[in-house]
């Protein structure tokens, strides 16, 4: 129903009590947020969290069963929804227009608010392009600023950043930011830790509940307890309170509970709400200790971590797959150029890039599906071939499952096709790393909910139980190189840590790992990056070292909608967390000239890059060196 809600002033919109239920599933169960003007409120949760149901009820799209909802109305309010909403066989110009005449809008009007809006976006020369025939980043820009042609006062977007590469996310982050700067109340729902820390707050879903809520900075100081880095993986009674981050491990120690020997850990965003679902899971206060479970060790029975050696190498640095100056060309164009790259036993390599890069050439270069037009490739010391491909375990975006078949069938065909026979599977110490990665180790299972689970066709799965069981597919015959296409997307912090717990696992067993991701917090689990632009690689190295000393410059103002828009106005990229302005490609003199006379009084400072904000630099500094001479950048 809708009507009077949390924060009952005028312009002050939100939801005080959902529930929502489809048929059994309960998608909400007594949720509040409230979306002030003039800042971003971030809705955070993995696949099936609630996230979008909640927006929906906010769109006016779902009418929740109990529970209020205060908006302005159709007319006051721009949504985009997970699908883009924009319409695939229409140009850019057309379904600007369209949304226009929806909106009734004057035409003179829209088409300088199109034309403006465009511009901000990047996405003037598309405009004659079909939506369907532009990349994800570009096709969520064009959604989002069709859900602002008509200037609404509560902006609703849901996923806008999810599958997005951090160069696109940077301009769609301009785009939301600059709405909030103009006065929209502005609800973003995302499933990345790094997105939410933007926000000015926070509300975190999980199974439809609220797990936690408030500013980053007091979400993280509610964490119970503490967190420790022991320096040996943790024992029986600390597995299901421990997860993995950058290779470390981490435990959860809540109040009361003697601590695991090992280094305290400043908590972060990503820390606090882990915790969080680590006590939901548990069922349990905070402040007692969790049921002990069985160790997830990270090598199978007879499996001596590290020890494991690719098939034929010689010795323990053999490289199990490298490229030696690949280029690959089409026509007259160039999707890799020049590119050399190893993967050895026992390491994660992470290949970063924006869309069009040249991240997806080289791994079907890698596999053996293209063949380049120059340099070599070798899978094993050998040119791939159908015997290599043996020795790999591949996770594709698609996630490589079948949707019709449920997961025990799904693995049964894996296993036919790797030739693994009949029945001999069951003691495979890979089989048993793939049924860890299905049984989610340290957490807790309802009664029956594994055999309820392994009934039902993989489609109808939750996105992380189908993520799980494509690792699993991927271990099964304990592959000695594993290809990682993207495959935490849209899994929740704690899912994701424990995918990540999976593919250290297999690492530590012998087994090298090359994985693309968007999500640059989750960059930092890699023991090596590559980072691409224009078919080329422009940095390499540990994450620290490829940040480096890298800065961005600061403005911190309780005023920092003027300032974001002077900042705008003088052609700056800039992004907003919280309300501070981070500028990483301005120095400070540059920005305080472009603040002027706005800008006395106002702080201005540096401070160290983040891994986004430095693959950022690197990616626009690439595109610079390789644009004609007098062409201007192009806004991302």
């Not at 369209?98 to 004057?106: D, S, W």
């Not at 160069?167 to 997105?195: E, F, H, K, M």
């Not at 899912?495 to 990540?500: E, I, K, N, T, Y």
Request: hydrophobic residues 40%.
């Amino acid at each position: 129903m809708t009507g009077a809600g949390p924060g009952e002033g005028p312009g002050r919109w939100g939801a005080a009590n959902l529930r929502v239920a489809y048929g059994p599933v309960l998608a909400l169960d007594g949720v509040s947020l409230e979306v002030p003007p003039g800042q971003v409120t971030a809705v955070v949760g993995g696949d099936g969290a609630g996230k979008s149901t909640l927006l929906r009820c906010l769109a006016g799209t779902q009418a929740p069963q109990a529970g209020r909802v205060l908006v302005p109305g159709a007319r006051q309010t721009g949504y985009l929804p997970a699908s883009s909403g924009t319409y695939p066989d229409l140009t850019v110009a057309e379904n600007l227009a369209f949304r226009a005449a929806a909106y009734g809008l004057p035409s003179a009007a829209a088409r300088e608010r199109a034309a403006a809006l465009t511009e901000q976006a990047g996405l003037t020369g598309a405009a004659g392009r079909l939506a369907g025939q532009l990349s994800g980043g570009m096709r969520q820009k064009l959604g989002v600023i069709c859900a602002l042609l008509h200037e609404p006062g509560l902006l609703i977007l849901d996923e806008p950043t999810t599958g997005v590469d951090p160069v696109s996310r940077a301009g769609l982050w301009r785009l939301v930011a600059g709405a909030a700067a103009g006065g929209a109340a502005v609800v973003v729902a995302t499933t990345y830790l790094d997105d939410a820390s933007r926000a000015a707050s926070v509300l975190v879903l999980d199974g439809g509940r609220a797990l936690a809520a408030g500013t980053p900075e007091e979400i993280v100081a509610a964490l119970p307890g503490t967190i420790t880095a022991p320096a040996e993986p943790p024992g029986p009674a600390e597995q299901s309170r421990s997860w993995r981050r950058a290779g470390a491990w981490r435990v959860w120690v809540p109040p009361g509970v003697p601590a695991p020997a090992g280094q305290p850990v400043a908590p972060d965003l990503q820390d606090a709400v882990t915790v969080a679902a680590l006590a939901r899971e548990a069922g349990q206060p905070p402040g007692t200790p969790g049921p002990a479970s069985p160790a997830s060790p990270a090598a199978g029975p007879g499996e001596p971590s590290g020890q494991r050696r690719a098939a034929g190498t010689t010795g323990p640095a053999a490289d199990l797959a490298e490229c030696a100056a690949v280029t690959a060309t089409f026509g007259h164009f160039t999707a890799v150029r020049q590119v050399s790259l190893q993967v050895g036993p026992g390491e994660i390599v992470g290949l970063l890039g924006a869309n069009g890069a040249g991240k997806t050439t080289l791994i079907r270069l890698l596999l053996g599906l293209l063949h380049p037009s120059a340099g070599t490739v070798a899978l094993f010391g050998q040119p791939p071939s159908r015997g290599t491909r043996r020795r790999l375990g591949y996770v594709p975006q698609s996630l490589g499952l079948y949707d019709d078949l449920t997961v025990a069938e799904n693995l049964a065909f894996s296993a036919a096709v790797f030739g693994i026979p009949a029945g001999r599977d069951a003691g495979r110490p890979g089989s048993a790393r793939a049924r860890r990665a299905i049984e989610r180790p340290g957490e807790p299972q309802e009664p029956g909910e594994t055999r309820a689970a392994g009934r039902l066709p993989v489609g109808q799965l939750p996105l992380g139980l189908q993520r799980r069981a494509a690792f699993a597919q991927a271990l099964a015959h304990q592959p000695d190189l594993l290809i990682l296409d993207e495959p935490t997307s849209g899994v929740d912090p704690l899912g994701r840590a424990r995918l990540w717990d999976t593919v250290r696992s297999a690492a530590e067993s012998g087994a090298g790992v090359l994985i693309t991701t968007h999500y640059m917090e989750e960059a930092h689990e890699c023991d090596r990056l590559i980072i691409m632009a224009d078919g080329g690689v422009v940095a390499e190295g540990t994450p620290e070292q490829v940040t480096g000393d890298a800065s961005v410059t600061v403005v911190t103002t309780g005023a920092w909608e003027a300032a974001f828009r002077r900042l705008a106005e003088a052609g700056l990229d800039v992004t907003l967390a919280g309300h501070t302005l981070r500028l990483p490609l301005a120095s400070p003199d540059r920005v305080r000239d472009a603040l002027g006379n706005a800008g006395a009084g106002v702080p201005v400072s540096t401070a160290p890059a983040s891994l986004e904000e430095r693959f950022f630099q690197l990616v626009q500094s690439a595109a610079a060196a390789s644009a004609p001479p007098g062409a201007e950048r192009a806004p991302q």
